[in-house]
């Protein structure tokens, strides 16, 4: 079947400028997340969605970022005013439940450079 | 102290050895823990839960330590194919909440 599926692959964009990157999760997959990873580090949760409302979105880092999920499916993640801080992989995962007792499965992420 | 710490490697093993590393974790109250595991440049992906004191699979076994707060991974008769950064993962409490802690991953390298 298929896994989960994330677009771009690659994002160049420049300072200032708003970008979305866009999530397809598994079938069925109730719960959904984002992440970005920086070289040499673990994942960074970003927000949490059990379904189409957010259920943690405590790692957001500031107002810039967003994320939605309106029909409980496809999530985009939005950032607006780009930083080079933001240069990063964003990693979208999706699981059948919770993440407490569930195997959360990631898609091949999103490589974001800001310049 | 971080939330959850592990060793960053890297891990220089020969082939067919057996090699362990630990995580370690601060919280107390964690519930359940992971490893996952991701290759260079591609997505982590699941190797073993552990929800009670242990887990094994194959060549793989996850031991938990609640009294010392660690989880460990031992692979044993490693292979090429295992080089990889090994994720640990800890949830903090099995609510509808996020709370999941990922370390920064130890870098293993297997050598022929």
């Known amino acids: 079947g298929a896994g989960v599926s994330q677009t771009p692959s690659n994002k160049v964009t420049e300072k200032g400028k708003y970008v979305e990157l866009r999530c397809d999760p598994i079938s069925g997959h109730t719960a959904l997340y984002w992440y970005r990873q920086s070289l040499g580090q673990g994942p960074e949760f970003l927000i949490y969605f059990q379904g189409t409302g957010a259920a943690d979105d405590s790692g957001l880092p500031n107002d810039r970022f967003f994320a939605v999920r309106p029909e409980g499916s496809v999530s985009t993640l939005k950032i607006q005013r780009t930083e080079r801080g933001d240069s990063a992989v964003y990693l979208c995962a999706s699981s059948l439940g919770p993440p407490a007792y569930n195997e959360q499965f990631f898609g091949p992420g999103t490589r974001l450079t800001v310049l | 102290r971080k939330e959850v710490e592990q060793d960053p490697g890297p891990f220089n093993v020969p082939e067919g050895a057996t090699v362990a590393f630990n995580c370690t974790y601060s919280n107390s109250a964690s519930q359940s823990f992971f490893w996952y595991r991701q290759d260079c440049r591609k997505e982590p992906k699941l190797l073993m839960s552990v929800y009670s004191s242990g887990n094994e699979d194959g060549r793989f076994t996850a031991q938990l330590n609640r009294a010392s707060q660690y989880i460990s991974l031992l692979i044993r008769d490693s292979k090429l194919s295992d080089s990889a950064t090994y994720l640990c993962?800890?949830?903090?409490?099995?609510?509808?909440?996020?709370?999941?802690?990922w370390g920064a991953g130890t870098k293993l390298i297997i050598k022929p």
């Open positions: 993962v800890v949830n903090i409490r099995g609510d509808s909440n996020y709370q999941l802690i």
